[in-house]
């Protein structure tokens, strides 16, 4: 889920070309996250980090987008 109440007012520098396309929305938000729920048992009996783990591998490409 995105959250597009933050956003640019213009494009930012060098992406002025993509104003009319459909990632203009995308370009424009000031930020991007990832979430994935824990459930309570998940942080009880010690597999949050094996949780945390199996959602950050599919979160790489965002993250290694976002480092640029």
Sequence with gaps: ???????????????ERQ???PLAVYI????????????PSGWLDGSVM????????PSAPLLAFLDG
Aim: glycine fraction near 8%; charged fraction near 25%.
């Design 19 to 21: 104003v009319d396309t």
């Design 50 to 57: 094996d949780i945390v783990a199996e959602h950050a591998w």
């Design 1 to 15: 889920m995105l959250d597009k109440t933050q956003t640019l007012v213009r494009m930012p520098n060098g992406f």
């Design 28 to 39: 424009r938000l000031k930020g991007f996250y990832a979430e994935r729920g824990i459930a």
